[in-house]
């Protein structure tokens, strides 16, 4: 027993390492028409070979509060057939609505330090709104694939382990002037090491 589990560990290994020898990450920076960085642009690779089996988790949760009359984070990226959680932690009450094809839905007015939930089953940009607050402005990025991030203040997005190959790099925002608020850009990822790229997006001045 203990010859077969180590027969099957060092084979793990094998596999881990092989697969570690033909992956790259990707860097990329976000820019705008002027070179300035910017930020809540979601990336999301479709890498040579495709997008592995399994359950997408991201490690920053699924949840969207409402704080301070707004939606934080701003955007968010979840995977397919996640539950998103909306707690309230303001003293007013919200409303939430969405238009958006993958997901239409309201939750009606729910009150301080209460939370609803919604489940997203079908992937796509999900613009909120909240009927009392016009002001409020938010997007859940619903993606079927584990690679995946958004831009910070510095228009960096790192996205490790890659297959090598051809990766198919996706990049939305929600000013972004073109079909889908998207754009597609195809980079050759290394079999080891980085790739880094810069990215010029056209966007709007508001929503
Ligand atoms: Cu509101």
């Keep these: 027993m203990r010859i ?10 094998l596999l881990l390492g092989t697969s570690a020898a033909h992956a790259g990450d990707l860097d990329l920076k976000i820019i705008d028409a002027t070179g ?4 809540d642009a979601v990336v999301t690779v479709r890498p040579a070979g495709g997008v592995p089996d399994g359950p997408i988790r991201f490690p920053w ?21 996640a539950t998103v959680r909306f707690p309230n932690h303001d003293k007013v009450r919200h409303h939430i609505y969405s238009f ?3 997901a239409k839905f309201e939750i009606k007015l729910f009150g ?9 089953k079908t992937a796509g940009a999900v613009a909120l709104g909240c009927n009392i607050h ?25 996205i490790p382990g890659l297959a090598a190959g051809t990766a198919q790099v996706t990049i939305w925002h929600p000013l ?3 079909k889908n608020n998207e754009q597609l850009l195809l980079v050759p990822i290394p079999g080891s090491g980085s790739v880094g790229r810069s990215a010029s997006v056209a966007l709007r001045a508001s929503l």
Aim: positive net charge; hydrophobic residues 40%.
């Design 4 to 13: 077969l589990s180590s027969l099957i560990l060092s084979g793990l290994a």
């Design 36 to 39: 300035k960085p910017v930020s």
């Design 61 to 81: 949760g699924t949840t969207m509060v409402q704080e301070n009359i707004a939606f934080s984070p701003h955007v968010l990226i979840v995977p397919v057939g």
């Design 100 to 102: 958006s094809k993958p």
């Design 112 to 120: 301080k330090d209460e939370a609803r939930s919604y489940t997203f």
């Design 134 to 158: 016009d002001q409020m402005s938010g997007f859940i990025k619903v993606v079927d694939t584990p690679f995946a991030a958004k831009s910070g203040g510095n228009g960096q997005v790192r």
């Design 176 to 178: 972004m002037k073109a």
